[in-house]
């Protein structure tokens, strides 16, 4: 699974790296994301709803991981 | 019950409703003595106290706004209350520093943040058009920068001690401002002797901040997310803001519309965009209007600290060396049109050659 890693990283970067990682990912294949704050999670939660994928949420040590489903 | 708050702060609903409580706490607190169109101006508020403090001697504009630590303490309140307080540092703070001091430049020579121009704007003041419009065209080379791997790089989990320092300096100067010492300086006449009780200030202020911090409410991110993403879910907000504060306005009589000598504005059109510019391209670049700077300072956010103290600083500067925009005046029934002179519009442009060039220095390749 492709993985990238957003922490610590200011608005909007998440979310601009997670549409940029998608765009890149061949259809049916998965992404990890790993966000730092309930913000970002909200932000990329709210983006990858909009372009319909779905995505699952777990806490983590230092905030979370994302595995969206293309 | 707590996850069912967050579900609602996240929604449309909740933005609708921060912005909307934001609209009608500001337009109260001009009622109830803040200068008029500036029931909240984060840009003036922060000059203020850096003119209370010292930091310039523009007589005029000297005191110790409540506002500015309760955004900031009420950030705290409701990050600490949801389990979000989370220390955090690293992120390239001298660079958010100077973005932060020519934020307040660019704001000030507009005469106002963007909270104040849509307040401006709710109250009739066609000139916040002018400024909104600038401030868009400044986000909108953000977004250019952002979209082309600008960053000004992560920031890392730091200890509890510095994502307490900001709330500690906020409620210092909430001290400050309830003991009044004799070092303190207080304006006694213009923006800066007009201002609601510090009680009322210091509530209104809570209030705000901790919606805020739940909604995460940004008048930069509003256009931003719109221009970058066609996301308009914080627009909403602001737009509710603007609705319920023009509401509150006519029904108090604070409207007044038109664009020449309108309260504590000036009508010079050309600075007032390129002033909003220059403010919208730096909260663009720092990630965050300078409301959004002094709650995320409240979660622990030391880089967005770091940016509020460059506008403090930023408004010193501006003041000690003639670059805030001027009012327009009414001299024996003639208009003089006000603005920023010759030494703000150099700063100004100073200002925007040195945002462009960051944001080309500081992009790096995407993943």
Partial sequence: MKSIDVRGLSCPEPVIRTRKALQDLPANESLEVLVETVTSRENVKRTVGQLGYRVKVEPIDDGFRLVIDK | ??????????????????????????????????????????????????????????????????????????????????????????????????????????ALAF????????????????????????????????????????????????????????????????????????????????PGSLHAAIGISLLVGLLIGFIAQRTRFCTMG??????????????????????VAFGVNLALGQTKFGMSAMPVAHSNHVWNFLGMTLAGLAFALAGGCPGRQLFLSGEGDGDSAVFVLGMIVGAGIAHNFALAGAPDKMVEGVLQVGGPGLNGQIAVIVGLVFCVVLGFALREKMD
């Fill in chain 2, 111 to 190: 005469l106002g943040c963007p909270w104040r121009a849509l307040l401006r704007l709710a109250g009739g003041d066609l000139n916040a058009v002018i400024g909104l419009a600038g401030l868009a065209a400044g986000i909108a080379v953000g977004v250019w920068f952002l979209k082309n791997g600008y960053t000004l790089g992560r920031s890392y989990k730091a200890r509890p001690m510095v994502g307490w320092i900001m709330p500690l300096l906020m409620a210092t100067i909430l001290l400050l401002a309830l003991f009044k010492p004799a070092f303190i300086f207080a304006s006694e006449k213009g």
């Fill in chain 2, 1 to 106: 019950m707590r996850d069912k708050l967050t579900e609602f702060f996240a929604s449309r609903w909740g933005i609708v409703a921060a912005g909307g409580l934001i609209g009608l706490l500001a337009a109260l607190l001009q009622k109830l003595g803040n200068p008029p169109n500036m029931g909240i101006c984060v840009a003036c508020f922060e000059r203020d106290i850096a003119g209370a403090l010292g930091l310039h001697r523009a007589g005029v504009v000297q005191y110790l706004r409540p506002e500015i630590p309760a955004f900031v303490l009420g950030s705290l309140l409701a990050a600490l209350s949801f389990g979000e307080f989370r220390p955090r540092a690293g992120s390239a703070p001298i660079v958010r520093f100077v973005l932060g001091l020519f934020a307040m430049i660019g």
């Fill in chain 2, 222 to 243: 509003a256009l931003r997310d719109v221009i970058m993403l066609r996301d308009s879910h914080l627009l909403i907000g602001v737009l509710a803001l603007v609705v």
